[in-house]
């Protein structure tokens, strides 16, 4: 199905899935430099879910998330991508995403409120229904006393979590993730885990998380995705059954560590 075609049919004709990855092929350059960096993705994700994408350094696993948020040159991805029925592009004029990376990208300016209301100011106009005021996601992320603090005068973790209340203003379907957490020392990593999901289960979004960490990747997700070196394919899914709300004690069970050890036997076979 063509992308005029997925646009031009009503809502209701649309897929459940949130996320519609149909043969994707990313291409790097052109001609005998061309370098192919992911091939033949097929994914289909749906509503309040939680994915995290797992594999190689290089192996694609941003490329592809940059797809999704139409972050790359025209021409080089090819394929079927859609959220919520849309284009990337579309996708991102309609707010139905937003992106998180793994350095917190704030205003050093403004504070923490002033960033968290930023999207707003850019996007104002348009339709706030359902929407959590800037202050109330402050609250939402822990930050209720921080509000006139610049970031210089927050810890990363801070800083992190300023930025996740921000991507949260325009009341996004999908959290696109790249790494959020990789610039974090293990304690403040290991508690923005369990504060991630507070906050997600709080939303009514899908996240999309890039990561190198096995333990990060089990921990959080409902699927954890296995990609193989370039050109990155999906080679495995690993289903997460763990109940949720999820505690940093599981971490320290056997079955916990056995679905790390299974991850990593995909990961190996990839």
Not at 35 to 59: M, N, Q, Y
Request: net charge neutral; aromatic share 4%; with cysteine.
């Amino acid at each position: 199905m063509s992308q005029d075609q997925l646009l031009s049919q009503p809502t209701g004709a649309l897929s459940q899935d949130l996320v519609r990855l149909r043969d994707v092929c990313i291409v790097h350059g052109r001609g005998a430099r061309a370098t192919v960096a992911v091939e033949g993705v097929d994914l289909d994700i749906g509503r309040k879910e939680f994915i995290c994408i797992i594999g190689p350094s290089g192996c694609g696993k941003s490329t592809l998330l940059k797809a999704l948020a139409g972050l790359l040159p025209a021409g080089s991805v090819q394929g079927e991508v859609a959220i919520d029925g849309r284009t990337p592009e579309d996708a991102r004029k309609a707010n139905s995403f937003a992106y998180v990376f793994q350095e917190a990208v704030l205003a050093p300016w403004r504070t923490a409120l002033e960033n968290v209301r930023l999207p707003l100011e850019v996007a104002r106009g348009r339709s706030a229904a359902d929407r959590r005021s800037p202050e109330e996601l402050l609250e939402l992320v822990g930050l209720t006393g921080f509000a006139d603090k610049l970031p210089g005068q927050l810890s990363g973790g801070m800083r992190q979590r300023v930025s996740i209340a921000r991507a949260l203003t325009l009341h996004p379907s999908v959290l696109l993730m790249d790494e959020p957490f990789g610039a974090l020392d293990e304690l403040t990593r290991d508690k923005m885990h369990t504060e991630l999901l507070n906050i997600w289960s709080a939303t009514d979004a899908s996240v999309v998380m890039v990561t190198h960490s096995l333990t990060e990747a089990v921990f959080m997700a409902d699927r954890v995705l296995v990609m193989s070196p370039r050109p990155g394919r999906l080679t495995a899914t690993l289903e997460i059954d763990f109940p949720r709300p999820r505690t940093n004690e599981l971490k320290t069970s056997m079955a916990f560590h056995t679905k790390v050890n299974e991850l990593r036997a995909a990961l190996e076979a990839a």
